[in-house]
């Protein structure tokens, strides 16, 4: 047996799990904290298996899904959209996040927007202007990932964060985004704080973090069948190495950094956890 994916939901689980058995690959759907991880019976077959369900997953009106929910009597699970919903929010990306990575992305356009707008309400967000002030105000440790200052720096982040958020959400749970995004938006912003003092604000932060949550978590645990690209990473290591380099006093590199090595720390605790619990 070797882990291919994990989902939230049964249903989806087996539905997937069908439409692998149709294609000739053995598989069980077992439940795991909260989760119902898709184990498949011959390891040998797991390459070709595992890009199959990457295709299905992408492409959830794929007919070899369809045909398979429809066999069985079942409906696969669609985002209804209204007549009167905007493009944007009735389409396939939007679709594709859960709630939690969707509830973030608009919160940061609302602060924006707001702030924009005249409102000031990245004063009640900033980091403390001491350590001792998180005791009075213990918000303020994450509230700064929520503060972006032009449309490029909210554009550039909630971009990343729609993609590698939803990735988590999707084949863990949304859980276990928060609790990493929590975790890296902590350790990001104190570091940055203790470099360059209250004045900064960002998603990156949290967005190095999990980028560095699912490089390792993949590395420890390639038979959960989701990690990162190497392109991905590499991209993103460079524009790290760009930012120390070219734009050290306007950047926050330092949140950059720590939020990588929690989320690479958390990646691998988590990995090695469930790499065994699947062995």
């Given at each position: 047996?070797?882990?291919?994916?994990?989902f939230?939901?049964?249903?989806?689980?087996?539905?997937?799990?069908?439409?692998?058995?149709?294609?000739?690959?053995?598989?069980?759907?077992?439940?795991?904290?909260?989760?119902f991880?898709?184990?498949?019976?011959?390891?040998?077959?797991?390459?070709?298996?595992?890009?199959?369900?990457?295709?299905l997953?992408r492409?959830?009106?794929?007919?070899?899904l369809?045909?398979?929910?429809?066999?069985?009597?079942?409906?696969?699970?669609?985002?209804?959209r209204?007549?009167?919903?905007?493009p944007?929010?009735?389409?396939?990306?939007?679709?594709?996040?859960?709630?939690?990575?969707?509830?973030?992305l608009?919160?940061?356009?609302?602060?924006?927007g707001?702030e924009?707008?005249?409102?000031?309400?990245?004063?009640?967000?900033l980091?403390?202007?001491s350590?001792e002030?998180?005791?009075?105000?213990?918000?303020?440790l994450?509230s700064?990932?929520l503060?972006h200052?032009?449309?490029?720096?909210?554009?550039?982040?909630?971009?990343w964060?729609s993609?590698?958020?939803?990735?988590?959400?999707?084949?863990?749970?949304?859980?276990?985004?928060?609790?990493?995004?929590?975790?890296?938006a902590?350790?990001?912003?104190?570091?940055?704080?203790?470099?360059?003092?209250?004045?900064?604000?960002?998603?990156?932060?949290?967005?190095?973090?999990?980028?560095?949550?699912?490089?390792?978590?993949?590395?420890?645990?390639p038979?959960?069948?989701?990690?990162?690209?190497?392109e991905?990473v590499?991209?993103?290591?460079?524009?790290?190495v760009?930012?120390?380099?070219?734009?050290?006093?306007?950047?926050?590199n330092?949140?950059h950094?720590?939020?990588?090595?929690?989320?690479c720390?958390?990646?691998a605790?988590?990995?090695?956890?469930?790499?065994?619990?699947?062995?």
């Open positions: 047996m070797i882990e291919l994916a994990s939230p939901d049964a249903a989806v689980a087996e539905v997937f799990s069908r439409a692998l058995g149709r294609a000739g690959y053995g598989t069980q759907v077992r439940a795991r904290e909260q989760q991880v898709l184990l498949l019976e011959d390891a040998a077959h797991y390459d070709a298996a595992r890009q199959l369900l990457s295709e997953v492409n959830p009106s794929d007919a070899r369809q045909d398979q929910a429809w066999q069985s009597g079942e409906v696969m699970p669609r985002q209804p209204s007549a009167n919903m905007p944007l929010l009735g389409s396939a990306w939007w679709a594709s996040m859960g709630p939690l990575t969707r509830a973030v608009v919160a940061c356009a609302v602060i924006y707001l924009v707008a005249g409102f000031s309400v990245y004063r009640t967000l980091f403390a202007p350590l002030g998180l005791q009075a105000q213990p918000w303020r994450f700064p990932m503060m200052f032009s449309l490029l720096h909210l554009l550039f982040n909630l971009l964060w993609d590698l958020g939803r990735t988590i959400e999707r084949f863990q749970s949304s859980v276990q985004l928060l609790w990493v995004t929590l975790v890296t902590a350790v990001s912003n104190l570091a940055q704080f203790l470099a360059s003092g209250p004045m900064f604000g960002g998603l990156s932060g949290v967005v190095y973090g999990l980028l560095g949550y699912l490089w390792i978590y993949g590395r420890v645990n038979g959960a069948g989701y990690g990162l690209r190497r991905i590499l991209f993103m290591l460079a524009w790290l760009i930012c120390y380099v070219g734009f050290a006093d306007v950047v926050a330092e949140a950094l720590a939020g990588l090595l929690s989320g720390v958390l990646g605790i988590t990995g090695l956890q469930r790499r065994r619990r699947a062995a």
